[in-house]
């Protein structure tokens, strides 16, 4: 009886973690994380390769060059700033396409003062934690 009782909820429990894992595989944050992380890895997040989707390098993108000292090309416009962003740092753009016009105004001025990644970063973050 106690071995039924014991089956049964080890079942249950699979279950459950199925149920959770699934649930969360579809997750916008981790995905932006993971695609973020692949970009700076070059592809190489948790010791395996992304799919051949994901390895498609955006033209003028550079594995090898993704690090936190990595700049954005200097003076684009706020247009050509999102889409760079969009293109070479997914996971920065999702944060910062939550922030509003004024804040996305005040990510750019930073861009134009110091277009390394980590600056844009910081100062995205920093205004999403004030909201």
């Known amino acids: ?18 149920m959770t894992v699934s649930y969360g595989a579809d997750d916008d944050y981790l ?10 890895t070059g592809g190489e997040a948790a010791g395996t390769a992304p799919p051949a989707a994901e ?21 684009l416009s706020q247009e050509q700033f999102e889409a760079a962003l969009k293109s070479s740092y997914f996971g920065t753009f999702v944060f ?14 930073a861009y134009q003062s110091n277009a390394q990644i980590s600056n844009i970063r910081d100062t995205t ?3 999403l934690k004030k909201e």
Do not use: C, F, H
Request: zero cysteines.
């Open 96 to 109: 910062y396409n939550k922030l509003g016009a004024a804040d996305k105004s005040t990510v750019y001025r």
């Open 31 to 40: 995905k932006a994380l993971k695609a973020e992380t692949q970009a700076i």
């Open 55 to 75: 390895t498609k390098p955006a033209q003028g993108w550079s594995a090898s060059g993704q690090g936190l000292a990595e700049e954005l090309p200097p003076n």
């Open 125 to 127: 973050t920093s205004l």
């Open 1 to 18: 009886m106690r071995m039924i009782a014991a089956g049964q909820l080890l079942v249950l429990l699979a279950g459950i973690g199925m």
